[in-house]
């Protein structure tokens, strides 16, 4: 096991810390909308701008909503666009900022990712933004069940293992405070939040210390230079 105290190991999230998450949900409502276009015979371009609209006005119900408008919404028909969407090659790319980060911390750290959401979606992610051959270790977190999903530390303590790494050596880059660093604090990592303009929880603040990470940045340009300060 890496020794404690120097940071040795980091643990990146996923969504909106390492890529754009509104870029996923734009391919993915790219996907559905070509989909649903070949069901009904429409304009595939016309379709993805409805569920944009949607997706600001009804976020959670955009297939329902579009669907009830025509009358053709069934549960059969939801889930499969649900299935669809969550199935979908992402065209999706690194945040320039997270790219260089990763490049730059290569070799230097050891690098993991710790990331919820649905297995298959998750796994195109990682896939389609070259992840694999990049880091040493990548927990997939609906790989052990939806109770493993954070806050709960599962995910943590197995990449802690997986790494060999102590928990106090190590440090969690994530953007969302209701989730992300409460269950890593706990066990006595470090965390840095990454707070980008226009994120989907850029607003969102910490409900106590707990779930407030030790430092806050804007992007990941100088990710280096702020770990060797924790």
Request: without cysteine.
């Amino acid at each position: 096991m890496h020794p404690s105290g120097r940071i040795q190991a980091l643990v990146f999230d996923l969504d909106d810390t390492l890529y754009p998450e509104e870029q996923y949900q734009a391919s993915g409502r790219r996907a559905v909308a070509q989909l649903l276009a070949d069901e009904f015979n429409l304009a595939a371009d016309s379709v993805e701008k409805q569920l944009a609209e949607l997706h600001i006005t009804n976020p959670g119900r955009v297939f329902d909503v579009w669907l009830e408008a025509r009358g053709a919404r069934t549960d059969v028909l939801v889930n499969e666009l649900v299935s669809h969407f969550r199935a979908h090659v992402p065209d999706i790319a690194l945040h320039e900022d997270a790219d260089a980060a990763l490049a730059d911390l290569a070799g230097r750290y050891d690098l993991a990712l710790l990331t919820d959401g649905y297995l298959e979606a998750q796994r195109n992610k990682v896939t389609v933004l070259g992840l694999y051959d990049r880091l040493q270790a990548i927990q997939l977190t609906d790989e052990i069940g939806r109770h493993a999903w954070k806050p709960s530390p599962v995910g943590y303590e197995r990449l802690l293992s997986i790494l060999s790494t102590s928990a106090d050596s190590t440090a969690y880059i994530g953007d969302n405070p209701a989730k992300d660093f409460v269950g890593a604090r706990r066990l006595g990592m470090k965390t840095i939040r990454v707070r980008r303009t226009g994120a989907l929880h850029a607003a969102l603040e910490p409900a106590d210390a707990e779930h407030a990470a030790d430092i806050e940045v804007p992007d990941l340009e100088d990710l280096r230079t702020v770990i060797e300060t924790l």
